[in-house]
């Protein structure tokens, strides 16, 4: 018990220390400086997972030409063969367009 009272404590001292931190760095920067700052970092990240998610944007959809293209998992390639057996379209296929779908 006294542990878990620990790492709480522990916890809210951080969650202090980073306000602290960002109070001051707001401060620093002015709200209007600071709004932009943090617009930039949440754009950024935004970027970053829409590169992770649709291989780094290296391929294009033959169909509709949309860089917005990922790899059909193995797991997701057999959930859909085992649910529609043969008639899955995805028996074969190794990538799918997010925008229209085609799978190739």
């Not at 306000?19 to 935004?46: C, N, P, R, S």
């Not at 860089?67 to 379209?89: F, H, P």
């Amino acid at each position: 018990m006294e542990i878990i009272l620990g790492l709480l404590a522990f916890a809210g001292v951080c969650l202090l220390i980073v306000k602290l931190i960002d109070t001051a760095e707001e401060a620093y920067m002015g709200k209007e400086g600071w709004a932009e700052f943090q617009k930039a970092v949440y754009e950024e990240g935004e970027k970053k997972k829409g590169e992770k998610k649709y291989n780094g944007y290296m391929f294009t959809c033959p169909m509709c030409g949309s860089k917005k293209v990922r790899r059909i998992g193995n797991v997701n390639r057999a959930a859909s063969i085992a649910v529609t057996g043969l008639a899955s379209s995805k028996i074969g296929k190794q990538y799918e367009c997010d925008n229209c779908h085609h799978k190739w």
